[in-house]
């Protein structure tokens, strides 16, 4: 992983880390449930953020050079797999 995107995607983790917590307090603190899914809805753009800047680093550095070295059949399968998974989860 390139030393920029893992910089990133730390920095994001820990924010959302921090803001799952603070939705852990407002469900102990029994706060009004429109308030709690406006900010699981934050957490999840958030990590859909952390999601497609690793994938944007991925793309560019080892599927570029998996291609280079002839490795085209896994490059395609770990790519298929992938939008397999994103496939399944935007049917739940």
Do not use: F
């Amino acid at each position: 992983m390139r030393a920029d995107v893992q910089a990133d995607a730390l920095k994001r983790l820990n924010y959302i880390e921090g803001h799952l917590a603070g939705i852990g307090k407002m469900i102990e603190d029994d706060r009004y449930c429109m308030e709690i899914l406006k900010q699981t809805y934050a957490v999840r753009r958030a990590l859909e953020a952390v999601e497609a800047n690793i994938l944007e680093g991925h793309l560019e550095t080892h599927v570029v050079d998996g291609i280079k070295e002839g490795r085209e059949r896994q490059v395609i399968d770990e790519l298929m797999e992938l939008y397999g998974l994103a496939n399944q989860l935007s049917r739940t």
